[in-house]
T-cell receptor, first 113, second 113 residues
Framework: AQSVTQLGSHVSVSEGALVLLRCNYS??????LFWYVQYPNQGLQLLLK??????LVKGINGFEAEFKKSETSFHLTKPSAHMSDAAEYFC???????????FGTGTRLQVFP | DAGITQSPRHKVTETGTPVTLRCHQT?????MYWYRQDPGHGLRLIHY???????DKGEVSDGYSVSRSKTEDFLLTLESATSSQTSVYFC????????????FGPGTRLTVL
């Protein structure tokens, strides 16, 4: 079985500051990991994914995430926040033996000028 | 953007009435999913389909049924709507490989009075 925990339902940063959104997962099989972003009144858009291979994954809009098996983590980072990054972010896990994604409860990112 | 549409986009209905939501894709993807999104819960899987006439339950399937008679259409039916089914419903699709990410539709906001 798989599960996802996102630490912090709300994160606030100043424009230009580092963004760090935390995600820890549990999986009994090798996981596939995803970060999605949701802007107000829209569907979810894939930011990045880890399936196999390189553990540092780069995504769209300057975001990246690192798969750390020993820490069961897949934290999302961006060196310098922009006002347009304000949105809700979801981490998701899929076990290699299933078709289903399990989502975290989301983290709402606010960016202050 | 993946070719996914949902209809209707907004609906208000009364308790006890039947409601059908439609998801239509133009990508010829094998897998289709229905989720509901509620504050504090992230996205929760209702039902999914892994082919025409092949469906399975998700974690919150009670009170919902689905049908898929064509590759491109996946219908979600609330046989007798209740206020607890007030939510935003998202359809998602994914391709023929089991490691594929899911692509999301724009969502349907359903209010049950």
């Amino acid at each position: 079985a798989q599960s996802v925990t996102q630490l912090g339902s709300h994160v606030s940063v100043s424009e230009g500051a580092l963004v760090l959104l935390r995600c820890n997962y549990s999986s009994s099989v090798p996981p596939y990991l995803f970060w999605y972003v949701q802007y107000p009144n829209q569907g979810l858009q894939l930011l990045l994914k880890y399936t196999t291979g390189a553990t540092l994954v780069k995504g769209i809009n300057g975001f990246e995430a690192e798969f750390k098996k020993s820490e069961t983590s897949f934290h999302l980072t961006k060196p310098s926040a922009h006002m347009s990054d304000a949105a809700e972010y979801f981490c998701a896990v899929r076990g290699s033996n299933t078709d289903k994604l399990i989502f975290g409860t989301g983290t709402r990112l606010q960016v202050f000028p | 953007d993946a070719g996914i549409t949902q209809s209707p986009r907004h609906k208000v209905t009364e308790t006890g009435t039947p409601v059908t939501l439609r998801c239509h894709q133009t990508e010829n993807h094998r897998y289709m999913y229905w989720y509901r999104q509620d504050p504090g819960h992230g996205l929760r899987l209702i039902h999914y389909s892994y082919g025409v006439k092949d469906t399975d339950k998700g974690e919150v399937s009670d009170g919902y049924s689905v049908s898929r008679s064509k590759t491109e259409d996946f219908l979600l039916t609330l046989e007798s709507a209740t206020s607890s089914q007030t939510s935003v419903y998202f359809c998602a699709i994914s391709g023929w490989t089991s490691r594929g990410e899911q692509f999301f539709g724009p969502g349907t906001r359903l209010t049950v009075l």
